[in-house]
């Protein structure tokens, strides 16, 4: 039989019959997916361009209110405010998941490791907040071990700013950027660094030139993974944060709660969504060019090796 005759007719029933099975298996996925992220979505957006209702909730008019409210000064200091934060936050927090990520793909105890990396989610993340408060309040086990070694005279206040928000949400996200980093250099082939120490690269130079574009995929997921929380943190900056470190997720809470100006929240969550739904982009788009590469790099590799034979 040759390759241009067509497959026979059972095997195109079976291959249609697998088909129509998993069409019928991702139904109940489908099915949750439409009422418990579509849906809400939906409503939120439906819910910023209506109008604020007297006493709460919305009038189901049309109006773009919530957006020109937007537009208001203070909001869009608010809003740098947040950004200045999530940036600096998520640098810091792939700055460190880095070297960890590097250490725990290059180690022989990489179980032992990704326990330990694992062990903060079995908290709620509430009682690691409250630790934090514990440690750096007045009367905490910083400035407890700052008196006695005589560093300081009086109390130094560490909560309630930004950089204690900053510190927190390190910590709190830290993981999330460790795991992807941590996946996509244990995939890595390091022959490649060797071949660059080869071609008289430094050991820097072939880190920073080889190895960050080969983990490109696990970095970039790590990225979205950090700032998309921190952007729209709302327990961090409530419980250490003081005046100057409100965020986006508190004014969205307070326009719920206290304001109930609801048009106004669901516009500001639609900025949020916006921001992970571009980032969720960027990873696919990553993802798919780098997919594309490998593809392009085996053929040539296949073709090479044919030509040899």
Not at 136 to 160: C, E, P
Not at 178 to 190: E, G, K, Y
Request: glycine share 6%; with cysteine.
């Amino acid at each position: 039989m040759t390759n241009t005759e067509s497959k026979p007719p059972a095997a195109g029933f079976r291959q249609s019959k697998h088909i129509s099975h998993g069409a019928f298996y991702a139904w109940p996925m489908g099915i949750w997916f439409i009422i418990f992220f579509i849906a809400p979505l939906i409503i939120i957006m439906v819910y910023s361009f209506m109008k604020k209702g007297l006493y709460g909730g919305v009038e189901p008019h049309f109006s773009l209110n919530a957006y020109r409210q937007m537009c208001n000064p203070k909001y869009g200091i608010l809003v740098i405010r947040t950004l200045r934060i999530a940036v600096i936050s998520t640098a810091v927090t792939i700055l460190l998941a880095l070297p960890c990520g590097y250490a725990m793909a290059r180690s022989k105890h990489q179980t032992l490791l990704l326990f330990l990396i694992i062990i903060p989610f079995w908290t709620n993340s509430l009682i690691r907040i409250f630790a934090w408060m514990s440690i750096l309040n007045n009367d905490g086990l910083v400035n407890q071990l700052l008196l006695r070694l005589h560093i300081t005279k009086n109390y130094i206040q560490f909560l309630y700013n930004q950089g204690t928000v900053i510190l927190v949400s390190i910590y709190m996200y830290l993981p999330y950027a460790i795991l992807p980093i941590f996946t996509s250099v244990d995939r890595f082939d390091f022959s490649l660094l060797e071949a660059a120490r080869d071609l008289g690269a430094t050991k820097s130079q072939s880190m920073f030139f080889v190895l960050i574009p080969g983990i490109k995929s696990g970095l970039l997921t790590a990225i979205v993974f950090t700032f998309i929380p921190i952007f729209g943190s709302y327990t961090v900056p409530l419980l250490v944060g003081g005046k100057d470190s409100y965020m986006l997720g508190n004014i969205i809470v307070d326009q719920v709660q206290k304001t109930r100006n609801w048009p106004l929240s669901a516009a500001f969550s639609m900025v949020i969504t916006l921001v992970s739904v571009i980032g969720i982009i960027w990873i696919m788009s990553a993802n798919s060019h780098e997919a594309k590469l490998k593809k392009v790099s085996t053929k040539e590799e296949n073709y090479v090796t044919g030509e040899q034979k």
